[in-house]
């Protein structure tokens, strides 16, 4: 199991920023993908942003825009720049890396990191 640890949550006010990191305890070129996800208070949790091996990223339309997913090998991290922020945005956001497994892939999780976007 790869162990994925996030920082830089926080709290912020409306229109403001703030940057996730996502440190992982291997070389992050072993996740066929990884992505951000969220969870806040009595909902689901969901998907923000994502990022292949190759480089594809993909968002959820509500942060398109205003997110951007990005990763440093070198560093095994990945980040999630969040620009705009809006108080729908606050929520404990979870670093997620999936690696190749069978029958299936496996599924990597960090803690999460509380991020509260004032009004």
């Known amino acids: 199991q790869v162990h994925l640890v996030e920082s830089g949550g926080g709290l912020v006010q409306a229109g403001g920023s703030l940057g996730l990191s996502c440190s992982a305890s291997?070389?992050?070129?072993?996740?066929?993908?990884m992505g951000w996800y969220r969870q806040a208070p009595g909902k689901q949790r969901e998907l923000v942003a994502t990022v292949t091996r190759g480089g594809d990223t993909n968002y959820v339309d509500s942060v398109k825009g205003r997110f951007t997913i990005s990763r440093d090998h070198t560093k095994n991290t990945l980040y999630l720049q969040m620009n705009s922020l809006k108080p729908e945005d606050t929520a404990v956001y979870y670093c997620?890396?999936?690696?190749?497994?069978?029958?299936?892939?496996?599924?990597?999780w960090g803690q999460g990191t509380q991020v509260t976007v004032s009004s």
């Open positions: 291997a070389n992050i070129l072993i996740f066929v993908a």
């Open positions: 997620h890396g999936e690696s190749f497994g069978t029958p299936r892939n496996i599924d990597h």
